[in-house]
């Protein structure tokens, strides 16, 4: 779903302050969100009302978890000046606005959201709260409350957006245009497996942040998978089977040194070893300056919330007078 943008773009997407990030987001959203600045007006938030819908009883790392996601978007590359960063519990506009939308959407439209009845069966009855179902009309508030054109976002997100639509078609024909129909922008990245082939989670343990250090990358590419067929050096290897080779791929491994790797694995001169070693060293090269960068941000904590502090100013000057709108609509 590639469209064009333009300088009239407003860009909008946020995540839930889970702590450091990983590859799979690198690849996947984040890389996406740098390159929108170069087109769009992008505001990127924290989510740290969301963290509470599946997370309300242990709430201390909240804030520190935020500051920790925020230094990695630093780190690669979005930048405060151009973009706004923010923290969405710190617009309180945001929870005012879910709140009006509430009044005019049916019950059964947030039953409906796959994602709801799905992570109820898998997290058990300690989610099935108001605010759980409410979760993806908040996260309509955030994204109408900027007016955002676009919602770059995965896959999964998409019953999510399809319910923001229909809630902004539903408001502008009871009050009137207020709200433009956000569009999701899928990012047209690859599906990036863990070390062990599983799906990359920080909590199987299989995943590369942007953070690791150079051993904790030689241990985790060491431990890679890769053609199950191979088991013998002699055997010829299967680059597309190979999570090794997805990720000399995703790392941006040379051409010259990827046509070697790939006429050595198939004919099966270069052993899955050696391989591993190479790439160990292109993903030290780039998460090397990425966790510099990161690290330096750690340090200074009270420079993230400076930043995060000038976000919400700016936010706030979009989202008041939004806000101010969709209430006067509403007769309010
Ligand atoms: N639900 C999104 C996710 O889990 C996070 C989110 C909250 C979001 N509000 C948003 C994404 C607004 C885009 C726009 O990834």
Redesign the pocket.
């Known amino acids: 779903m590639t469209t064009t943008t333009s300088a009239h773009t407003r860009v ?5 302050p889970t702590g450091e990030l990983h590859i799979g987001h690198l690849f996947g ?1 984040l890389g996406n969100w740098v390159r929108l600045q170069e087109h769009a007006e992008c505001i990127y ?1 924290v ?1 740290d009302l ?1 963290a509470l819908t599946t997370g309300y009883e242990d709430v201390g790392g909240i804030r520190r978890s935020g500051q920790l996601m925020v230094a990695d978007w630093l780190a690669v590359g979005i930048d405060p000046e151009r973009s706004i960063i923010f923290r ?1 519990s710190d617009i309180s506009e945001h929870a005012e606005l879910a709140t009006m939308l509430g009044m005019i959407t049916p019950l059964s439209w947030l039953e409906r959201v796959p994602t709801y009845k799905g992570q109820i069966a898998e997290l058990g009855e300690g989610i099935d709260t108001f605010g759980f179902l409410g ?2 009309l ?2 309509t508030a ?2 109408i409350l900027y007016k ?1 054109t676009e ?4 896959q ?2 998409l019953p ?2 399809e319910l923001a639509r229909e809630v902004v078609r539903r408001f502008n024909n009871l009050y009137g245009p207020v709200f433009p129909e956000p569009q999701a922008r899928l990012a047209e990245s690859p599906l990036i497996l863990g070390v062990d082939n599983r799906k990359m989670s920080k909590s199987y343990g299989n995943a590369i942040t942007m953070g690791a250090s150079d051993e904790e990358i030689d241990r985790l590419v060491g431990s890679m998978v890769t053609d199950p067929q191979r088991i013998r050096k002699s055997d010829p290897g299967r680059p597309d089977v190979c999570n090794v080779w997805a990720y000399h791929k995703l790392f941006g491994t040379s051409p010259a040194e990827m046509e070697t790797i790939f006429a050595g694995c198939t004919s099966a001169e270069l052993g899955c070893v050696q391989d591993k070693r190479a790439l160990a060293e292109t993903i030290k090269s780039v998460i090397r300056p990425i966790r510099e960068r990161r690290a330096a941000f750690l340090e200074d904590p009270d420079k993230i919330e400076d930043i995060l502090a000038d976000g919400a100013r700016r936010a706030k000057a979009i989202a008041a007078p939004v806000l101010a709108e969709a209430k006067a609509a509403m007769g309010l």
């Open positions: 909008f997407s946020g995540m839930r959203a938030c989510v969301h969405q979760y993806p908040l996260q955030d994204i955002a919602v770059p976002v995965g999964d997100q999510h957006l």
